[in-house]
């Protein structure tokens, strides 16, 4: 008889751990398909083995899920619809206030409303509607203000006053009363335009 070798224990160590491999992965898939054959044969009855309340709970859950579902899209829905309705208005508003800003020229920006779920649209128009308002009464109140039409002329008087005065004193009451008819006050010491003191 031959003795065992240490090469040979190696060789049929190698081949018995493969082969019990391959039988093993055999077994495996064997295993895997009885169950996925059983899976189909009783899968959705199992449910009722693991608790008889199951199934009805399941369905239970099924008609609120899809309720749900559909409520959502409804809502999904029903928010773009609002949305574009809102939007819609929106642009009819812009396009109106534009308008007016280029033909009353007024000293404000071209607006934009957006129609989002994080900004308030009509807190928006509010705000500006009341600066327009403010552009307009300013209009207003300085072309019936008779004073602010008449500064500028006075002011070029006062300026001719100063230019053509050759004395001190004379100059200076007229300029006095030139500036007192615009309401602003001149008040010049009476050493400077030597007058007697009282």
């Known amino acids: 008889m031959q003795p065992l070798r240490k090469d040979h224990v190696d060789h049929y160590k190698d081949f018995v751990r493969d082969e019990f491999s391959l039988a093993s992965n055999r077994v495996e898939r064997e295993i895997s398909q009885q169950a996925q054959d059983k899976v189909e044969e009783v899968g959705d ?33 029903v928010e773009n619809d609002l949305r574009y309705q809102a939007q819609k208005i929106a642009d009819q508003i ?15 920006q071209r607006i934009n409303i957006d129609i989002h779920d994080d900004k308030d649209a009509v807190d928006y128009i509010t705000k500006k509607i009341k600066k327009a308002c403010y552009e307009e009464a300013e209009v207003q109140a300085r072309a019936k203000h008779q004073l602010y039409h008449a500064l500028e002329n006075k002011k070029k008087k006062c300026l001719n006053i100063l230019y ?16 007192a008819t615009a309401n602003i006050q001149l008040d010049l010491p009476n050493s400077l335009l030597a007058l007697p003191s009282k």
């Open 45 to 77: 009855k199992f449910a009722q083995v693991i608790n008889k309340n199951l199934p009805s709970l399941i369905k239970d859950m099924q008609k609120k899920e899809k309720a749900l579902i559909d409520f959502q899209q409804k809502k999904h829905s």
């Open 164 to 179: 053509t005065g050759s004395h001190i004193q004379p100059t200076l009451v007229e300029l006095q009363k030139e500036m």
């Open 94 to 108: 812009t396009e109106i206030f534009n308008n007016t800003i280029k033909r009353n020229k007024w000293d404000m």
